[in-house]
Nanobody
Framework: QVQLVESGGGLVQAGGSLRLSCAAS????????MGWFRQAPGKEREFVAA????????FYANSVKGRFIISRDNAKNTVDLQMNSLKPDDTAVYYC?????????????????WGQGTQVTVSS
């Protein structure tokens, strides 16, 4: 059974950093694109970042470009999101997702399996 478990969320002051990690199990993910999304209260889930199966290609939402870095370790079946220069607008539940097809995508519906999420709160 496919399982994605996020960790690393918490409370941080504006300007600070957090590193989220997603541990995948249940199958080999080394050939799949992975992504991070977030959902703030009262808002739809939105794309944050995605990474290709081999880590050579990445894509970011404009709102996080230059501040967040997505990376993966296929040997460990993990994908991380380094978040720097955090802003109160980054406050949300962050979700890891896997896409069982090739290619980087930004829409929620194009990902096949999701983790339960981890809360990130940025205070001003």
């Amino acid at each position: 059974q496919v399982q994605l478990v996020e960790s690393g969320g918490g409370l941080v002051q504006a300007g600070g950093s957090l590193r989220l990690s997603c541990a995948a199990s249940g199958r080999t993910f080394s050939s799949n694109a992975m992504g991070w999304f977030r959902q703030a209260p009262g808002k739809e889930r939105e794309f944050v970042a995605a990474i290709a199966w081999n880590g050579d290609s990445t894509f970011y939402a404009n709102s996080v470009k230059g501040r967040f870095i997505i990376s993966r370790d296929n040997a460990k079946n993990t994908v991380d999101l380094q978040m720097n220069s955090l802003k109160p607008d980054d406050t949300a539940v962050y979700y890891c997702a896997v896409r069982f097809s090739a290619g980087l995508r930004v829409r929620v519906g194009e990902y096949d399996h999701w983790g339960q999420g981890t809360q990130v709160t940025v205070s001003s």
